[in-house]
Nanobody, 124 residues
Framework: VQLQASGGGLVQVGGSLTLSCAASGDFHSISSMGWYRQAPGKQRELVARQNSVGDDTYADSVKDRFTITRDSASKSVYLHMNSLKPEDTAVYYC???????????????????WGQGTLVTVSS
């Protein structure tokens, strides 16, 4: 399973950016897809995540500014970022938690996949 993320770049404070991530490969199903970020010198943290029934989880720091959406047909997840702040500067990683194919196309072993990371830089 591979995740291909895109959409990062340089944006001014208050601007907007949308990140995209598409999953490819064979697997049974998706439990959740989401985005994490890692700023220089800091630990990776959850930004937003959506589970298989559409429940969203957001970091407090991005609530009301970021929106996560998914396209199940294309196995894609998007992060719509508005009102960007300098503290949003980080490498953003796409994340997928899912199940491999088991016997008789039943859910198999759970797995976690990560995208390669895309840099978002917010300039003041």
């Amino acid at each position: 399973v591979q995740l291909q993320a895109s959409g990062g770049g340089l944006v001014q404070v208050g601007g907007s950016l949308t990140l995209s991530c598409a999953a490819s490969g064979d697997f049974h199903s998706i439990s959740s897809m989401g985005w994490y970020r890692q700023a220089p010198g800091k630990q990776r943290e959850l930004v937003a995540r959506q589970n298989s029934v559409g429940d969203d989880t957001y970091a407090d720091s991005v609530k009301d500014r970021f929106t996560i959406t998914r396209d199940s047909a294309s196995k894609s997840v998007y992060l719509h970022m508005n009102s960007l702040k300098p503290e949003d500067t980080a490498v953003y990683y796409c994340n997928l938690v899912g199940f491999l194919v088991g016997k008789g196309w039943s859910p198999g072993r759970q797995f976690v996949a990560w995208g390669q990371g895309t840099l978002v830089t917010v300039s003041s």
